[in-house]
């Protein structure tokens, strides 16, 4: 790795003295964007693209004018990915975090992330039902195609309408049901 410590002189910050981003970031170091890139698991590319929508900015540039990123840099890109991995594109982050910045208060920013938060659980858990009942629904079409694998091989599909096999009282599983329409 090329990390570079923050006292370095060959750091020149991007918007602030070299003794403010001293100060700011004490005894750590800072990383250039491959490094970050590797920590995080990302590319270079994906780091670049958080940059150009405004989602990431590095601390300082190098004397070579190479980026350079602290370690909550590393904090924002996870905090990006877990986004993603919600669900949200990355437009929709770049609007949570325009409106963050907008919201003047630490507690009218918290509401958002809070008001963003409940209604991203309250879908999970509905998505999470809709994924419970279709897990119930393919296991009751397994178990019903299980005893399929005993019929007689010279039977035709089309005398598959029904079945001496299976109980009269059991329900056809929907997922067995749509082979049957014609």
Known sequence: MHRLPIFSPEIVPEEASVEALAEEH????????GD???????TVRAI?????LGLLTPAARSKGRYRL?????LSRIRWIGKLQEMG???SDIQTIVREW???GSATGAMKRMRDVYARKLEETRAQRRRLDALEHELESSLQYLDTCDVCDPQRLITACNC???HDKE????ELVLGYRAH
Do not use: I, N
């Open 170 to 173: 059991t329900d056809v599983p």
């Open 48 to 52: 670049h693209l958080y940059e150009e």
């Open 69 to 73: 990123y602290g370690p909550e840099s």
């Open 26 to 33: 004490a005894p750590r170091e800072l990383m250039q964007v």
């Open 101 to 103: 910045a907008r919201a």
């Open 163 to 165: 079945c001496d096999l």
């Open 36 to 42: 970050l890139a590797h920590e995080a698991g990302k």
């Open 88 to 90: 949200f594109s990355l």
